[in-house]
């Protein structure tokens, strides 16, 4: 498993052996997972609507008191005061607190984006000295890098740092927005430019120094109870000896520490969908209108059923992603790497894969949240409603940790340029689509097994996104990366791809352990999800394939996109109510 390299998926036949999958926890992970989960129900719930109020003190109090259960040290070793679990674990974590509205957005910022800059990049010094308090929570952290000026763009930021003559110290000079945690944060990561360096730099900052202020805490539309402030550096004095790596280096740090923060996003964000779920199947088994319960209705059953399949795409397709970047861990250990080099090197890996997984983890829960709005009618709309707040809530994932946009088009540049660099053989699988459209079709075989058409769908699927993308690139060239509706396009069909691969692989192995009739649910879930990518991954095509090709070329390949995304042909119906019955049965997300 420790061989399957990052982008691979779209060339490579992957095997159900060979994926993880959320059935597969050990007793210890899911100890972790039921720790966590039980923190915020008893802890998090019952004052969800003060930390809303930005209650004094109330945020802080909180991941103190995750910090005595070592919640706040998960990633951190052993050595330095934490619990040292390995990536995969993390990322159940991050899940099972993703339940916890602004809450889980404080702790995101503070273990993720706030402690792990230090943690992979710092020297022996910085850490003996930061560590254990980040972990412990004497200290908590915040991640500066945003200004009015940079958002999407975040090497264009002004903030400047200059040595004094005496070289001791950097003189640090800006403004930072949208700081998670500024509020009370004691260890700011800041990012700035040293002289005319073209590429940033970073500090380690201590909040209490002379020279830093705070504007007042921002109003926002959702997670209200996260803390979010502007900063304000003037003439702050860095130690020479709090620069984080090296000079220039800042760019590259926050390329990295994003990407971990893209798949963790996907692993919170998908704890936020279940709890949707949970409130959304409970208030359709209750609520009745008409003489019975909502939930015997075709349409409720259908948005239910749809909450479900795109939530357990996501959850197959994260846990995947975070064992492959687990095994390239291990991979680069076992070469001799230093772990926390080989962490990131792994992680960069997969960085493609991280990418995508924060576009369809926020887009997942923005329609989770938003029908489960619509099945509770007027109640959804009422302040008074969980899913009012799960609604508000959702709606910034979609820009947090780089917009959806920036995500889409960095997934096709990251992919191209692994490509390029003979990393992965994209043009061979490429060209061989492109011969096969010259030849007469060849005829399908029957399907074998439960999910056999599916598996026939998803060859076909990987030979449309390779004619698209070869094509794009043979024809637009050098101009491929400014044509923006043809890389988000491309985009869209790597994101259905993956996770309709990811899904078929994980219930593929299931049905192994178990038996086709135990996994029946399952498979109606793949299904379905197939049914509808055929459809999108077209659509998709075709509106790339009409910006850059014509003629003969077109219609030779809108002939070839045809004949790769034939559906399943099935009955939607069937299938969506067979998933929505095992929701309504057990009043709950039960997969």
Not at 27 to 32: A, Y
Not at 41 to 57: A, H, T
Not at 360 to 366: I, M, P
Not at 558 to 573: A, C, E
Request: hydrophobic share 40%.
């Amino acid at each position: 498993m420790g061989t399957i390299k990052g982008g691979e998926f779209l060339v490579r036949e992957s095997k159900a052996g060979e994926v993880f999958t959320p059935e597969e926890w050990t007793e210890e992970q899911t100890m972790i997972g039921q720790m966590c989960e039980d923190f915020i129900q008893q802890e998090i719930v019952p004052c969800l609507d003060r930390i809303d109020k930005m209650e004094e003190g109330l945020m802080p109090a909180l991941l103190d008191k995750a910090a005595e259960l070592g919640i706040l040290s998960m990633s951190i070793p052993e050595a330095y005061g934490g619990m040292g679990v390995n990536f995969t674990t993390s990322l159940l974590a991050t899940e099972k607190l993703g339940k916890g509205y602004s809450f889980s957005v404080a702790y995101g910022a503070h273990t993720g984006i706030g402690t792990l800059p230090l943690l992979y990049y710092g020297n022996e010094e910085q850490k003996q000295k930061y560590l254990p308090k980040l972990a412990t929570g004497e200290m908590k952290a915040a991640y500066c890098l945003t200004e009015p000026g940079s958002g999407s763009d975040a090497n264009s930021g002004k903030t400047k740092a200059v040595l004094s003559e005496d070289g001791k110290h950097y003189v640090l000079n800006g403004q930072k927005m949208w700081i998670t945690n500024g509020g009370f944060a004691h260890l700011y990561t800041v990012f700035a430019k040293i002289d005319d360096d073209a590429n940033l730099s970073a500090f380690l900052v201590e909040s209490h120094w002379e020279g830093i202020s705070l504007n007042p805490e921002e109003k926002k539309m959702g997670i209200k109870g996260s803390s979010t402030r502007q900063i304000f550096f003037n003439n702050v004095k860095v130690p020479a000896d709090n620069m984080l790596s090296e000079r220039g280096n800042g760019f590259k740090i926050a390329l990295n520490i994003l990407n971990i923060g893209r798949i963790k996003l996907a692993a919170g964000v998908m704890g936020g969908s279940k709890v949707a779920i949970n409130y959304s199947v409970k208030y359709a088994n209750e609520r009745a209108q008409f003489g019975r319960p909502i939930s015997k209705y075709g349409a409720i059953r259908y948005k239910l059923s749809e909450q479900a399949i795109k939530t357990f795409a996501v959850e197959s397709a994260t846990y995947r992603a975070a064992q492959n970047i687990e095994d390239a861990i291990a991979d680069k250990i076992q070469g001799g790497m230093d772990k926390a080099l080989a962490t990131l090197k792994g992680i960069e890996e997969f960085a493609a894969e991280c990418a995508l997984l924060k576009v369809a983890g926020s887009e997942c829960l923005d329609y989770v949240v938003d029908e489960a709005v619509q099945i509770h009618g007027g109640m959804g709309y009422s302040a008074e409603s969980e899913v009012e707040r799960a609604y508000r809530d959702a709606r910034i994932n979609r820009i947090f940790e780089g917009t959806n946009e920036i995500n889409r088009m960095l997934l096709v540049d990251m992919i191209l340029k692994r490509g390029m660099k003979g990393e992965l053989d994209l043009m061979g699988p490429a060209m061989k689509v492109a011969g096969e459209l010259m030849s007469l079709p060849e005829p399908e075989a029957a399907p074998v097994g439960p999910l056999g058409a599916e598996e026939a769908m998803l060859k076909n699927f990987k030979k449309a996104l390779l004619m698209v993308a070869g094509s794009a690139v043979q024809k637009l060239m050098q101009t491929l990366a400014k044509e923006q509706e043809v890389l988000m396009a491309v985009a869209d069909m790597a994101i259905d791809l993956y996770l309709a691969e990811s899904m078929l692989l994980r219930v593929q192995k299931k049905i192994a352990r178990q038996s086709e009739a135990e996994c029946k649910v399952e498979i109606a879930m793949v299904q379905c999800f197939f049914f509808d990518a055929a459809d999108r991954i077209a659509k998709q095509a075709k509106d790339a394939l009409h910006i850059f090709a014509e003629g003969d070329e077109l219609r030779m390949m809108m002939m070839g996109l045809k004949r790769f995304t034939k559906s399943n042909g099935i009955n939607p119906r069937i299938s969506r109510h067979l998933i929505a019955e095992a929701m309504i049965e057990a009043n709950h997300y039960p997969f």
